[in-house]
């Protein structure tokens, strides 16, 4: 197996390629790195890319002109992006930055198009991915229905633990690099009200925080919290 080969092996999207669209696939297959915080594209850019993460972590996210922030997701390790828009848009709805430094392939989004337009399988995938977009989106608007900002936090916190974790034991770890920063764009609220809100849970011992990576030790604080 080819160096090429192995780093794709972690994307279950191509398991659906025959081997001659791998070839093909593999012909127009680029691949490019980005500096944390650099802009990979821009909302309304002429949509030309479609990529493949393979390390590191990124960032979309749309705005109005009042700076509030309207859509924000994360694109882990070994997923695509950016689905929507397939087969039907010519510019990108949101942008996309790097959260950290990060390495990614991409392609012409129209060979992409081409490549999967007639491979049940791998439709059946975008479907189920942009059924999984929705439903994070629509749990993200949960975070911010309330006008109490603590509560948003904690909402958010939640939203990020069901999207965004990984399970180790008894903790959840969510597994984006989270700054308060950037957890209070994802809650619609100010940094100063997330520092507050960190050092209750932190004091109760509902969660540790170690750099960018938290840690949630009670799940059930947030679950009967968004009751």
Known sequence: MSRWEEELTDFEFLSFFSDDELKRFKQVL???TYKK???????????????FLKKGYIKLEKSNHE????????????????????FTEENYRYSAYALTDVSVYY???KEFESLIRYNTEQLMLVI???DQLTK????????????????R?????HYLVQNFSVSQGDHWVIDVPMTMTE??????????????????????????????????HDWKYFEEKSI
């Not at 922030?69 to 397939?86: A, C, D, H, Q, T």
């Not at 209070?184 to 960018?212: P, W």
């Open 107 to 109: 392609l012409p989004v």
């Open 37 to 51: 915080n650099q802009q990979l594209f821009a909302e309304g850019d002429k949509r030309e890319r479609f990529f």
């Open 30 to 32: 680029y691949r490019s």
């Open 183 to 216: 957890l209070a764009k994802v809650s619609g609220t100010s940094r100063e009200t997330v520092s507050q809100v960190f050092k209750k849970l932190k004091c109760d011992g509902i969660m540790t925080v170690a750099g960018r990576e938290i840690t949630i």
């Open 67 to 86: 700076a509030n922030m309207l859509y924000i997701n994360y694109v882990k390790p070994s997923e695509l992006f950016p689905y929507v828009g397939l």
């Open 136 to 151: 994070r989106h629509q749990d993200r608007l949960q975070t911010i229905s309330t006008n109490f900002a603590s509560d």
């Open 128 to 130: 189920k991915k942009l």
């Open 153 to 157: 936090v904690e909402q958010a916190l």
